[in-house]
């Protein structure tokens, strides 16, 4: 089975790279390669990808937006933001709209690689250097806004902890001896409890609140 990649960034030369390397690495094929996000939805339907690269900074509807218009959607593809910057308010406000991880485009062909994969299986890739600033953000928020806490179940508490140390549903199905299909069960379970509408929103939540 192969992982469907769909590239949507603005440079071309890294656009260029990106086809490449997927082109160019098993298990992986190119879906579809786009210059900007405008009408995202049509381009998904016309590529049906697993997983998209997403340029932050686009003329037109840039990648936040285009992430936001994919979640108002419904449609469950997974989405890693991509940039040169690492602007703070660029990261939380990705994140929040819904973005399943966050690179920097100088990330080594590899890890861009390991990215694709860990979202595909449920993670949420984030560049080193980054996370430590995103959990940071995320704990500054915690007293901006008041919020009641959701009924989760003990279960419900334990995946939900896994997930705010990264792990993914793979990984999560081990960890708490269930299978994949459970994971995911509980997984729509917590969403709904939480109101969010993606992984990095139900970790950033879980924080908030304290949670776990």
């Known amino acids: 089975m192969e992982i469907r990649v769909t590239i949507v960034e603005d440079h071309p030369k890294l656009r260029e790279g990106l086809e490449q390397l997927i082109e160019l690495t098993p298990g992986f094929l190119l879906a579809g390669s786009y210059s900007n996000g405008e009408n995202i939805l049509d381009k998904i339907e016309e590529s049906h990808p697993d997983v998209i690269l997403m340029d932050i900074q686009m003329p037109g509807v840039n990648g936040i937006e285009a992430v936001q218009a994919i979640r108002k959607s419904g449609l469950e593809v ?31 062909p590899d890890k861009f690689i390991d990215a694709i994969t860990e979202a595909y299986n449920g993670g949420a890739p984030i560049t080193g250097n980054i996370a430590t600033r995103v959990l940071q953000m995320f704990k500054s928020q915690a007293n901006i806004q008041p919020e009641t806490v959701a009924d989760l179940s003990d279960r419900e508490k334990e995946i939900l902890g896994c997930l705010v140390k990264g792990l993914s549903y793979k990984m999560i199905a081990a960890e708490c001896k269930i299978s994949y299909d459970t994971v995911r069960f509980h997984m729509k379970n917590i969403y709904s409890k939480l109101h969010v509408a993606s992984m990095t929103e139900a970790v950033a939540k879980a924080i908030r609140l304290n949670l776990t």
Do not use: P, R
Not at 97 to 108: R, W
């Open 78 to 108: 997974k989405i890693i933001m991509q940039t040169v910057f690492e602007d703070d308010d660029k990261i939380f406000a990705a994140i929040c709209a819904g973005a399943s991880g966050y690179i920097l485009k100088n990330t080594g």
